[in-house]
């Protein structure tokens, strides 16, 4: 049974920098394709970064730069760095993961992604 599960959720300021974390289990990263999305209230849920078994990587053109997506296989977590965040980037978290068929690279679509973490808190105050 897949389970991931968000960390790493907090206030910071705007301009600041804030690490979240993904820790999974149930899955290995080399068959799965894996993604962060961010819901605000009121608002649709938006994929943010998303990395494939291969590492390939896809990013929204609004944190292209300053966001990082990576997996660490000592620690089995997915992460996301994320630098110079704006108020507007206040939003719950959420850890996605897929098993990968053949073909599938990297995707910030919600519907392809099977597997949900429960999310994590972050807000950025001015």
């Known amino acids: 049974q897949v389970q991931v599960e968000e960390s790493g959720g907090d206030l910071v300021q705007a301009g600041g920098s804030l690490r979240l974390s993904c820790r999974t289990s149930?899955?290995?990263?080399?068959?799965?394709?894996m993604a962060w999305f961010r819901q605000a209230p009121g608002k649709e849920r938006e994929g943010v970064a998303a990395?494939?078994?291969?590492?390939?990587?896809k990013y929204a053109a609004s944190v292209e730069g300053r966001f990082t997506i990576s997996i660490d296989n000592l620690r089995n977590t997915l992460d996301l760095q994320m630098n110079s965040l704006n108020v507007e980037e206040t939003a719950m978290y959420y850890c996605?993961?897929?098993?990968?068929?053949?073909?599938?690279?990297?995707?910030?679509?919600?519907?392809?992604?099977?597997?949900w973490g429960q999310g994590t808190q972050v807000t950025v105050s001015s």
């Open positions: 149930g899955l290995k990263f080399d068959e799965y394709v």
């Open positions: 996605a993961a897929a098993a990968r068929r053949y073909g599938d690279g990297p995707s910030l679509v919600a519907s392809f992604y099977t597997d």
């Open positions: 990395i494939d078994n291969k590492g390939m990587t």
